[in-house]
């Protein structure tokens, strides 16, 4: 039996329109609670949904002309979650900027330019509360060996696998950065150098759980040595840094850890 064009006009023709109204504003809302659940907006053009925006907007209105009231509120409910995706993209992209103009590329880890800035606050609570705070300075000894020998991508592996150790063993109140391609920096909160060794100790202690693979299957073994240096010494920042260097470099293969001194000026 036929079904005359009357009959779908009045009866499957609307369930379809309403079937596609809905398909598509549950498209945006999930990408939109998606999105508010994992902040995650790579590979989302702010572009794309500009002409989103602008193409819900045009059908709203051509809705209302046609007095097509389902295809009207679907779009201009849309659009709503349009503009909600799009307002997102722009947020979380300049917060990722932000952030990513704050870490080292390689090993995700604070650089020093974000250090510089972040540290100063932490040592003025420090003071203010009369505390005492450290900084070790570690430096990965057999890095450049490592690269000569095993080539950058292998280094750089084991950079990334160094970085995620130290991060690891840290407290949330302190603050790891890369000072360069072969050293890091810690600052330790509420720390003399007593506490900083241990803290020191406690790191060579994971470093030395790491175990590096190269191809030809040698044995290989993290070599770090670490300075320590605290507020004791110096009240400053970049002296301190300084400090904790300067014993590091006195460092051997006897003794990884060294606490500065007036001998290592």
């Given at each position: 039996m036929l079904?005359?064009?009357?009959?779908?006009?009045?009866?499957?023709?609307?369930?379809?329109?309403?079937?596609?109204?809905?398909?598509?504003?549950?498209?945006?809302?999930?990408?939109?609670?998606?999105?508010?659940?994992?902040?995650?907006?790579?590979?989302?053009?702010?572009y794309m949904y500009i002409m989103y925006c602008l193409g819900a907007i045009c059908w709203f209105a051509y809705g209302v002309y046609l007095e097509a009231w389902t295809l009207a509120i679907a779009n201009l409910i849309t659009f709503v979650f349009v503009f909600a995706i799009l307002c997102m993209i722009l947020y979380y992209d300049a917060e990722d900027k932000i952030e990513r103009e704050r870490r080292d590329p390689e090993t995700y880890l604070s650089n020093m330019k974000y250090f510089y800035q972040a540290v100063p606050e932490k040592i003025g609570q420090a003071l203010a509360l009369g505390q005492n705070f450290s900084v070790i300075v570690l430096s990965y000894a057999n890095h450049e060996d490592i690269l000569a020998k095993y080539g950058k991508?292998?280094?750089?592996?084991?950079?990334?696998?160094?970085?995620?150790?130290?991060?690891?063993?840290?407290?949330?109140?302190?603050?790891?950065?890369?000072?360069?391609?072969?050293?890091?920096?810690?600052?330790?909160?509420?720390?003399?150098?007593?506490?900083?060794?241990?803290?020191?100790?406690?790191?060579?202690?994971?470093?030395?759980?790491?175990?590096?693979?190269?191809?030809?299957?040698?044995?290989?073994?993290?070599?770090?040595?670490?300075?320590?240096?605290?507020?004791?010494?110096?009240?400053?920042?970049?002296?301190?840094?300084?400090?904790?260097?300067?014993?590091?470099?006195?460092?051997?293969?006897?003794?990884?850890?060294?606490?500065?001194?007036?001998?290592?000026?």
């Open positions: 079904i005359d064009e009357a009959t779908l006009e009045s009866t499957l023709f609307p369930y379809i329109g309403y079937a596609a109204a809905l398909a598509t504003v549950l498209t945006f809302a999930i990408q939109t609670f998606r999105i508010l659940y994992t902040r995650d907006v790579n590979n989302l053009s702010s991508k292998f280094t750089s592996k084991s950079v990334k696998q160094l970085a995620k150790c130290l991060d690891k063993a840290l407290r949330n109140s302190d603050m790891i950065a890369r000072y360069n391609d072969t050293d890091f920096v810690i600052y330790l909160d509420n720390c003399d150098n007593k506490l900083a060794k241990i803290v020191a100790t406690r790191l060579q202690n994971e470093i030395k759980k790491l175990e590096l693979k190269p191809q030809d299957n040698t044995e290989l073994a993290f070599d770090i040595n670490f300075g320590i240096s605290d507020s004791k010494s110096d009240k400053k920042l970049e002296t301190i840094i300084d400090n904790a260097e300067k014993a590091m470099k006195t460092a051997t293969t006897r003794s990884r850890i060294k606490v500065y001194t007036e001998k290592n000026k």
